[in-house]
């Protein structure tokens, strides 16, 4: 239970975004630092963390998984929504920035489900490597929930719209802890290809849609310093659990 009680915290931690643009109105560079610093963090969190602890068991379980996570996202990118977006772009009718502003928050929901199988795997492979990962996505979830927000309100949409959408696109999160604790109680040596697993999903999706969101928000260097910035976070939480 421990493990998907921590993906649910984390989970709740993208609506929590979603409040913080309540108190103040995110600019460009703020929007482009935010969501690069949530690609620092789980960059971070696949190398140092997740794949780091699988390639200690086994190099050749480690690239298996790393490459399956990435396979699958490669996958699943083809057949469903893609995380596309044009907020703050002027001259586009709202109900099409609406229709964007939903395709952010499926994209969020779904790569929440390998977020929470995270969590899972760090915990089955260790307790407090479970609280690491848990903390880490924590944290880049508020950025994500500030990321699935501001398109809906731009759009039009009310305040309790947008809190209600990156609170449910949270609630993804410990789908996907469910899913590890189900497969990984029942098969321990499935661990050092399941952290890998989880690394392999998170590099690609950061490189494929993090990164390229922020890009959007168009900032010479906000993405940049947002990034360091996760990284040396992430490291920290890493060493303080
Ligand atoms: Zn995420």
Redesign the pocket.
Known sequence: MYPILLALIAGLC?GLGALIIFIFKPTRVFMSASIGF?SGI?LTLAFTGLLHESMEISYILAIIGFVLGALLILILDSLLPHMQFSILEKGIIDKKRFKTAMLIATG?AL??IP?GFAIAAGFYHLPAFGLFVAVA?AL??IP?GIAIALPIISAGGSRKKALTISFLSGLSEPLGAVIGVLLLSFALELIPIALAFAAGV?VY?TVDE?LPMAQRYKHPHGMGFGVIAGCVVAILISTII
């Open positions: 993208t949530a789980m969020v790569h929440n977020e996505i880049h979830n994500e998170m999706l993090l």
